[in-house]
């Protein structure tokens, strides 16, 4: 067993950076953790009413065989076209898939402090996700609208090839972009892939995930014995009681930001954990069938992935296992696992009894599940498990149905998760804590800082300084969350700055400006000498030596903004008085506001920001859906 603490980067670590995703019962990751904290359910049972509105036929509602449940996210219907450039007739056309995954993109690099528009090398993007029942049954059953719309368009709008494509396109991402499709194991995949893409080097950023959404989305299912649905709506993944999942599969969506983990060191990123290794095979002929699981093939991308990791399977703490439910799965699931681990104990668990089964982003929800767990330091529980099933019961792993703390301690905590897909392709990652960092002595902490944000409505920008002063509330370290927005979010048109301490919060009302030229100059006025800023000449190094020249406190200012990348430019109309009554911070924020070009990065030199939690873009969501054609009595067509 490995007793000492892992190096902070073996040169092969990826960093986990940013997430963002969306899942029944959460519309977000910091909803989808306090339902996994919690042990919620989050499977949705309808009413009669619910779904004869939904276009149910009433005969199949009556039927005893039919479950009235699902796991749903709500809201698909929704898109924020205007933000993304997409005419309305074209977001409606486009696969609900497509635009909340390209929603969740944005997020998740937001997440991560990451501009597109200044990110650190190639981004590159690797994803899956199912064939578009929305163009199946929502779409082409209109012939006037497939007529004008034409079968391009259509095809373009719902095609699985079009999902990472679309993404690079409208984010303005050059690297690599892959659509990966492997059934279930589909975005665990992808983060294998974005993983060796990152270690080749062929891109430095890599966004990674799956989405899965079904049309009809509420509605019920029949229950058909020996099949994957469960028959009462429920996920017991291990229990002797175990039947499937609801539905077979369910809804939702995840996307990880990776990066290698000496990069995210470097640039202060906020790290959630480090994926040590990954590993991905196929079960090829040995196993009953095509559809069916093989333990030769699961226990084999176990294996190769702890290799990858230069570790050994008592090295692990915990495992996120794919955990269906069935019969058969989970018992196939247990045989592969005790051909890796033995004997020795295991902490295993599913996030599927909570979610159902996500399909394409059943595997990055439990990747995110695990970083979550170790960023929160505890295990959540595995909810509708009461008796291990047969297998489970012979081996030494045990399935944690209770919140269980999960501290730091003398070595690493690690742990796996397993994806496996329809067919026969299966992917494992071995996840490690982040390390442990402490900041470099630097400069001393500024008293003063510029918060900056700006969005493409006044709506959205409202609402984001709403959520921000929360947080300033909060008690962040307002430095980094400085550092966060100045460097990690795109800048728009209606922008918003105000002057902020870690005491006092917003110490004024929010500066506000609407269009402002970009990348612009300023002209420095100077009304004479004036003695030193005492504060400044304290805290900026580039002040102090050029006040210690001139012997001149505008012209020091003048120098120091200059630094931070602000050009001075003669003809300007944008014109700074100094030394004037406003201190630096004020000016920053006033220049940012007009569109001066300022180099934050070089503003925070010497100080060893870090990347913190930060609100998201306050998407303008609308309704951008064609319903399908309905029959005489008003239920659905097909």
């Not at 992808?190 to 049309?215: H, Y």
Request: net charge negative; hydrophobic share 40%.
């Amino acid at each position: 067993m490995t007793t000492e603490r892992a190096p902070a980067d073996s040169g092969t670590d990826i960093a986990i950076v940013g997430m963002a995703g969306q899942f029944p019962g959460s519309r977000d990751t910091d909803e989808l953790w306090r339902n996994l904290r919690d042990g919620k359910e989050c499977v949705t049972w309808f009413s009669r009413e619910e779904l004869l509105a939904a276009g149910e036929d009433p005969e199949l509602i009556a039927d005893p065989s039919y479950v009235p449940a699902a796991a749903v996210l709500d809201d698909i219907e929704l898109f924020d076209a205007g933000f993304f450039g997409y005419p309305e007739h074209e977001a409606a056309l486009m696969d609900p898939q497509q635009r909340l995954f390209l929603e969740n993109a944005w997020h998740a690099l937001e997440d991560a402090g990451i501009d597109p528009d200044r990110a650190p090398g190639l981004v590159g993007v690797f994803a899956g996700s199912q064939m578009s029942t929305y163009m199946i049954y929502n779409l082409i059953q209109h012939k006037e609208l497939v007529a004008g719309a034409g079968k391009l368009a259509i095809g373009l709008c719902n095609d699985k090839d079009s999902l990472t494509s679309r993404v690079s396109h409208t984010l303005g991402l050059t690297g690599p972009s892959v659509g990966v499709q492997a059934y279930c194991a589909t975005s665990l995949v992808a983060v294998s892939v974005a993983c060796t893409s990152l270690l080749t080097g062929e891109c430095d950023v890599a966004l990674a995930g799956g989405v899965a959404i079904e049309v009809p989305h509420r509605v019920g299912y029949r229950y058909e014995p020996g099949g994957t649905s469960s028959p009462d709506g429920r996920c017991r993944a291990f229990d002797e009681a175990g039947e499937g999942t609801p539905h077979g599969t369910g809804n939702g969506l995840g996307v990880v930001v990776l990066r290698r983990l000496a990069d995210a060191v470097a640039d202060g990123d906020r790290v959630y954990g480090v994926i040590r290794g990954w590993a991905v095979n196929h079960d090829g002929a040995a196993k009953a069938a095509w559809v069916a699981p093989g333990v030769r093939g699961q226990a084999g991308v176990v294996a190769e992935a702890l290799a990858a990791a230069g570790l050994e399977p008592t090295d692990l703490d915990y495992l996120e296992a794919h955990g269906t439910g069935t019969a058969l799965g989970d018992s196939i699931e247990v045989a592969a696992l005790r051909q890796v681990f033995g004997d020795s104990p295991l902490a295993i668990g599913s996030v599927k009894p909570n979610l159902g089964h996500l399909d394409r982003a059943a595997g990055v929800a439990g990747l995110m599940k695990v970083a979550l767990a170790l960023s929160h330091e505890e295990i959540p529980p595995t909810i509708n498990h009461t008796r291990p099933n047969a297998q489970l019961a012979r081996t030494s792993m045990a399935v944690v149905t209770e919140r269980r703390p999960w501290p730091r301690g003398e070595r690493p905590r690690r742990a796996g998760v397993s994806a496996f897909g329809l067919g026969g392709a299966n992917a494992h990652v071995v996840v490690e804590e982040a390390p442990v960092l402490s900041r470099a002595a630097g400069l001393p902490r500024r008293a003063r800082q510029v918060l900056v944000w700006s969005a493409r409505t006044a709506e959205a920008a409202d609402s984001f300084g709403a959520r921000l002063a929360e947080l300033v509330a909060s008690g962040v370290d307002i430095a980094d969350l400085a550092f966060t927005l100045q460097t990690g979010r795109r800048v728009f048109a209606h922008r918003r700055a105000v002057v902020a301490s870690s005491a006092a919060g917003f110490e004024s009302g929010v500066l506000e400006r609407t269009d402002p030229r970009q990348g612009m100059g300023v002209r420095f006025e100077y009304t004479g000498p004036a003695p030193a800023d005492d504060e400044l000449y304290r805290t900026e190094p580039v002040y102090r030596d050029s006040f210690d020249e001139c012997s001149d406190h505008g012209r020091a200012m003048a120098r120091l903004l200059m630094h931070w990348g602000v050009v001075e430019e003669s003809s300007s109309d944008v014109v700074v008085t100094l030394p004037g009554t406003d201190g630096i911070a004020d000016v920053l924020a006033r220049l940012w506001l007009a569109g001066a070009r300022i180099d934050w990065r070089a503003y925070h030199e010497g100080r060893s920001p870090r990347k913190v939690s930060a609100p998201k873009y306050s998407f303008q969501r609308s309704r951008h859906w064609i319903d399908p054609p309905t029959d005489a009595a008003g239920g659905r067509a097909i």
